[in-house]
């Protein structure tokens, strides 16, 4: 296993469209988070993933935004209506929780969105 | 909410100087503490962690002690490189509910020849 893996790496895209990011993570993980970063900034939390389930949403995850694990796999970020505020980079990180304990989070490269 | 304070960069230095990047976090609970760091066009990467009081993280050179009385996890380095340019991250992990990270502001390091 590489590590976690992010597609597209970049993505330019007209303001009003939308947009779909996919993130693999490590094979064995069953976490897996989604942050955003904007220039100058830490990464902020957007939300998490155990298996399929999403446990927990960031008041920063407007109505436009979606996040989906179907199969506890891969999961997609979906942005619609896009708009100039929402370019930033987006990543995605897996960790593994088993018997009450965590590992540390492994990131992505990210994908860079930049709305035009 | 749980919360991490950095020192602002950015941060100049010459190459064999000793570094020093400060951090303290706010938390309700017991957290894992971190330093991450992200070279220019890549992504985030571990570099040390701690868990628990009075542990160390090292890695590559750099160190970091996680002092509970003082809420500190401050990064050091005793001789850096020009490769050691980068941006460096402070951040926490919770111990319950979704073990997410909250990250600080980050603080970028620049070592010159």
């Known amino acids: 296993d590489t590590g976690v893996s992010q597609d597209p790496r970049h993505k330019i895209t007209k303001r009003g469209q939308n947009v779909t990011f996919r993130c693999d993570p490590i094979s064995e993980h069953n976490r897996l988070y989604w942050y955003r970063q904007t220039l100058g900034q830490g990464p902020e939390f957007l939300t998490y993933?155990?298996?399929?389930?999403?446990?927990?949403k960031s008041r920063l995850l407007s109505d436009r935004f979606s996040a989906e694990r179907p199969k506890g796999s891969f999961s997609t970020l979906e942005i619609q209506r896009t708009e100039q505020g929402d370019s930033a980079m987006y990543l995605c990180?897996?960790?593994?929780?088993?018997?009450?304990?965590?590992?540390?989070?492994?990131f992505g490269q990210g994908t860079r969105l930049t709305v035009v | 909410g749980d919360s991490v304070t950095q020192m602002e960069g950015p941060v100049t230095l010459s190459e064999e100087a000793f570094l020093t990047i400060n951090c303290t976090y706010t938390a309700t609970g017991y957290p894992s503490l971190f330093w991450y760091v992200q070279y220019p066009g890549e992504g985030l990467q571990l570099l040390l962690k701690a868990t628990k009081a009075d542990d160390k993280g090292s890695n590559k050179g750099f160190e970091a002690t996680y002092r509970k009385e003082t809420t500190s996890f401050h990064l050091e380095k005793g001789s850096v490189q020009v490769s050691d340019s980068a941006v460096y991250f402070c951040a926490l992990s919770e111990r319950t509910g979704g073990f997410k990270t909250i990250f600080g502001a980050g603080t970028r390091l620049f070592v010159k020849a």
């Open positions: 993933f155990q298996n399929e389930a999403q446990l927990e």
């Open positions: 990180a897996s960790s593994h929780r088993t018997g009450g304990m965590n590992t540390e989070a492994f």
